[in-house]
């Protein structure tokens, strides 16, 4: 069965501070995709990246980074020198076939 | 606004009530899903349609709930005799047909039973 884990419940940093969430996944099928989307306080889940299994290359998108790793089936991310509109629940997501399994998400509060 | 838009965003009943949401997906998009998030968790799956076709159900969908796409746009999603059990934020999504393709969400509806 696929699975999404993240163990981080809540997270708080001050402004600046570097900040990673973690994301664990397991999964039986060798194609699937993986996202992370982030919900403000408005409700609404904002899409952020995805990645295929056939892709480990890490990817960095202005102070959004992305460290995948088959090998501990993690995929996880980093916010540099964090900001407090980064401040929301950030999901990681598990795409197989045509229907997604969500983690629990991660409440990330960047103090001013 | 061509975004997936959702109504009620709020719907406060009393137990037993039946209440009807409503999802306008984007568009061009064949796909259309609902999920339920309550605090704390992430969206959990209830069903996906592709147009008009209910594809798959979650085992959480029971029987007092259902849902229909009969146009291929917009879908409703009905909770009939609601317990407090239900009170939940309901989210609906769409996305092209094309496997993996990345979900766009609605604004949700917040459900509180009393």
């Known amino acids: 069965a696929q699975k999404v884990t993240q163990a981080q419940t809540e997270i708080s940093v001050v402004e600046k501070e570097d900040v990673t969430l973690d994301c664990v996944y397991e999964?039986?099928?060798?194609?699937?995709?993986l996202f992370w989307y982030k919900q403000p306080p408005s409700g609404e889940l904002v899409f952020l990246i995805r990645?295929?299994?056939?892709?480990?290359q890490n990817e960095i998108s202005g102070r959004y980074s992305w460290n995948f790793q088959k090998s501990t089936s993690s995929f996880n991310f980093t916010i540099t020198a964090s900001q407090v509109v980064d401040s929301a629940v950030y999901f990681c997501?598990?795409?197989?076939?045509?229907?997604?399994?969500f983690g629990p998400g991660t409440r990330l509060s960047v103090l001013p | 606004d061509t975004g997936v838009s959702q109504d009620p965003r709020h719907k406060i009943t009393k137990r037993g009530q039946n209440v009807t949401f409503r999802c306008d997906p984007i568009?061009?998009?064949?796909?259309l899903y609902w999920y339920r998030q309550t605090l704390g968790q992430g969206p959990e799956f209830l069903t996906y349609?592709?147009?008009?076709?209910?594809?798959?159900k979650s085992r959480l969908l029971s029987d007092r709930f259902s849902a229909e796409r009969p146009k291929g746009s917009f879908s409703t999603l009905e909770i009939q005799r609601t317990e407090q059990g239900d009170s939940a934020m309901y989210l609906c999504?769409?996305?092209?047909?094309?496997?993996?393709?990345?979900?766009?969400f609605g604004s949700g509806t917040q459900l509180s039973v009393l």
């Open positions: 568009s061009e998009h064949n796909r």
């Open positions: 349609f592709q147009n008009e076709a209910q594809l798959e």
């Open positions: 999964t039986r099928d060798t194609t699937y995709y």
């Open positions: 997501a598990l795409s197989y076939g045509q229907n997604f399994v």
């Open positions: 999504a769409s996305k092209v047909t094309a496997t993996n393709e990345k979900l766009f």
């Open positions: 990645r295929n299994s056939f892709d480990e």
